[in-house]
């Protein structure tokens, strides 16, 4: 079964970015009809499952990938947002973050080392914090 599927996939595009963002908010917009009786947001998930297994199988592969490109370059800077708040709080784990009081420069100190005089890279202007 495995290998039907596998040979029924070869030169189709598959899964991406914009494809998995479209299922969801299939499935999103599924649920929301399903709380307010709506026909319209039911005609909208359905629509957007659909899309997505169409993107999904199909075997215009440049197309698929210019879509999802143009998908990835509007959404850019909302994802680094979330990658920058995601790799601070993973950095918050071993590290105090302060902010220089003159320049408001952001500072990532180790933490554990007591009371520290922390210097700015930016202004030079010094500080103490405790670590």
């Known amino acids: 079964m495995k290998e039907k599927f596998i040979r029924f996939m070869y030169g189709r595009y598959g899964m991406d970015s914009f494809g998995k963002f479209t299922i969801i908010?299939?499935?999103?917009?599924?649920?929301?009809a399903g709380w307010n009786d709506s026909m319209l947001l039911s005609l909208v998930s359905w629509t957007?499952?659909?899309?997505?297994y169409f993107r999904?199988?199909?075997k215009n592969i440049y197309k698929r990938s210019s879509e999802n490109q143009w998908y990835l370059n509007k959404t850019y800077k909302l994802r680094q947002a979330f990658y920058k708040q995601k790799?601070?709080?993973?950095?918050?784990?071993t590290h105090h973050?302060?902010?220089?009081?003159?320049?408001?420069?952001?500072?990532?100190?180790?933490?554990?080392?007591?009371?520290?005089?922390?210097?700015c890279p930016k202004c030079s202007s010094t500080f103490i914090k405790n670590s």
């Open 97 to 119: 973050i302060y902010k220089c009081p003159t320049c408001r420069q952001k500072i990532r100190i180790p933490r554990g080392k007591g009371r520290i005089e922390i210097r």
């Open 25 to 32: 908010a299939g499935l999103v917009t599924m649920i929301l």
């Open 48 to 52: 957007c499952i659909v899309y997505s």
């Open 87 to 93: 790799n601070l709080m993973l950095q918050r784990k």
């Open 56 to 58: 999904m199988f199909s």
